[in-house]
C-alpha cells in the first residue's frame, strides 16, 4: 500500500503528528511509534555533526540524508529547507532535488541566507523583504511537479520579535503568493503567542506548529484551536537520543565498564530487527552460493 499523502492524512485526521528525524535510524523508530510522518529537521543534521543550525549543512548533505531516510520509511517526509539555500533560483533547483529526493512537503523560512537557528537567546534573526519571498513561495509552487507535493511558508516575524500584526501581515501574503500551509514559529516559553495567532488567523490555509519552546501546547489544546493541521516535533529526536546517550556514556566510565549499563538498554538483537537482518540472512541463505 503506498503511503497516505499527507493532505489525505490531514483531511482524515485534522491534525497530523510529524516526528523529527536525523537519520533512517530515527526515521523508523518514529514510523515504529506511529507518527504521521518525519521532520527532516535543519537543526537535527546540523547537531548530528557536532555543528550549529547556521547554513553550514549544505543541501547535498541535507539531500544525501533525506533519500537515505526516504529508503527506509514509507511516511511522508516534511523537508526543512531552511531558506532555500539561496535565492530564489536556488529554490527552483532545491524543489525539484526535494521532490525527486522523495520528500512531500518543504517548509521554506522567510530569513536571509545563512541564518541563524530560531531558539538560540539573542540569535540574529534578519527577515527577507516580503516581495522577494513571495517571488521564492512562487517559484517553489511553479517549480513542484505533483500539486501534493506541499509548499509550506514559514514566517520567523515572532522570533524575530516584530509582533503578531507583522507576522499575520506576513502570513497573508505569502498566502497570495500561493503557499500551502502557514508555519508559524515561536519561542515563547508559554504557547501564548502561537494561541493568539492562530485565533486572529483568517488566511485561507491551515497552519503548522512547532511546539519546541512551549510544550504545554499538546495535540488537545491545539485541535481546539480549529485551525493548526499539523504539529512538528522539531528537535525531540537529536534531544532524546543525547538524553540517552549522555546517560549510558556517562554510567560506563563511572562504572569502569558495561557490566550495569547493559541490562539497561535494548539488546542488540532489536538493533537486529530494526535493520531488517532476518531479511539479509533470508536473501543469504537463498541465494549465496
Ligand atoms: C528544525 O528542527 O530544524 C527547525 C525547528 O527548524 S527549530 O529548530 O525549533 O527552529
Ligand atoms: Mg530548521
Known sequence: MAPKSLRVRMAETGLVHIM???SPFSAILAEEAGF???WASGFELSALYGLPDMSLISMTQHLDMLRAIAGRTRLPIVADIDTGYGNVINVIHAITEYERAGASAIVIEDK??????SLVADGRQDLLRIEEFQGKIEAAITARSDPDFLVIARTEALIAGLGEAEALHRAHTYVEAG???ILIHSKRKTPC?????SRAWTGSVPLVIVPNAYPDLDAKRVKTLGNVCMMIYGNYGIRAAATAMQ??????IADGGVQNVHKDIVP???IFRIQ?????KAAEARFLR
Open 112 to 117: 536571509t541566507f545563512p541564518k541563524v537557528t
Open 20 to 22: 523529527a528525524a536525523h
Open 247 to 252: 546517560e549510558t556514556f556517562r554510567r560506563i
Open 179 to 181: 503557499a500551502d500551509m
Open 193 to 197: 503567542e502561537i494561541e493568539s495567532f
Open 276 to 280: 531488517n537482518m532476518h531479511e539479509a
Open 36 to 38: 504521521d510522518g518525519v
Open 268 to 270: 542488540v538483537d532489536e
